[in-house]
């Protein structure tokens, strides 16, 4: 079946430094892939998306490639900033399939 | 605003009480589901409905029942509660190609 493993946490920074969080996954065909963000007492919020193999997915200055050689999607970002501490969560859908799979998640603590 | 509401946002009950969860969605998507949230176990996957009157079982349905009458609603059943239930509880709706959006969640303990 499908899966998704990510960088355990936590992950503790200092503002302005650069942040990558690693994700591989597991499955066949080919699936989309998403990374979601979870700030403190809310839900999930889709941060990026990549729907095919090479797709660049960005938002708020985070970036992810699908790359499909070596089935990850890396999340990377060059200068973070205290708003961005949060869970983070990496997931997937398969080829014609609206399920989800997550990631455990992780969490990232930045400081001023 | 448009989006996936949840009530209550905080629950306690007995073991053994039984309650609902309410999830409804006015974006017209056909996909729901419910996910439980615990420390580092990321999301699981309870319910999922792909259409009014079609649901399925995810990773954890056991002690659980969905129903979906309509499109807009999604209500997550707890049919005896016990503390390993005791969770943070997220509704999720979606259309083909997008991206999920979730609700804000429901804690849930249980004692």
């Known amino acids: 079946g499908n899966s998704v493993t990510q960088m355990e946490g936590p992950v503790t920074l200092s503002e302005e430094a650069f942040l990558t969080i690693n994700c591989t996954y597991t499955?066949?065909?080919?699936?989309?892939l998403f990374w979601y963000v979870q700030y403190p007492g809310e839900g999930l919020q889709l941060l990026l998306k990549?729907?095919?193999?090479?797709d660049k997915g960005s938002n708020k200055g985070f970036e992810a490639t699908y790359r499909k050689e070596t089935t990850s999607f890396h999340l990377e970002k060059g200068s973070v900033q205290v708003s961005d501490s949060a869970v983070y969560f990496c997931?997937?859908?398969?080829?014609?399939?609206?399920?989800?799979?997550f990631g455990a998640g992780t969490t990232v603590t930045v400081r001023a | 605003n448009a989006g996936v509401t949840q009530t209550p946002k905080f629950q306690v009950l007995k073991t053994g009480q039984s309650m609902t969860l309410q999830c409804a969605q006015d974006?017209?998507?056909?996909?729901m589901s419910w996910y439980r949230q615990d420390p580092g176990m990321g999301l699981r996957l309870i319910h999922y409905?792909?259409?009014?009157?079609?649901?399925d079982q995810g990773e954890v349905p056991n002690g659980y029942n969905v129903s979906r009458s309509t499109t807009e609603d999604f209500p997550l059943r707890l049919l005896s509660a016990a503390p390993s239930q005791t969770s943070v509880y997220f509704c999720?709706?979606?259309?083909?190609?997008?991206?999920?959006?979730f609700g804000s969640g429901t804690r849930l303990t249980v004692v």
């Open positions: 999720a709706s979606s259309r083909p190609n997008y991206g999920y959006t």
């Open positions: 499955a066949t065909g080919y699936p989309s």
């Open positions: 990549a729907t095919k193999a090479d």
């Open positions: 997931a997937l859908s398969g080829s014609n399939d609206y399920k989800l799979s």
């Open positions: 974006m017209n998507h056909e996909y």
């Open positions: 409905s792909v259409g009014a009157g079609i649901t």
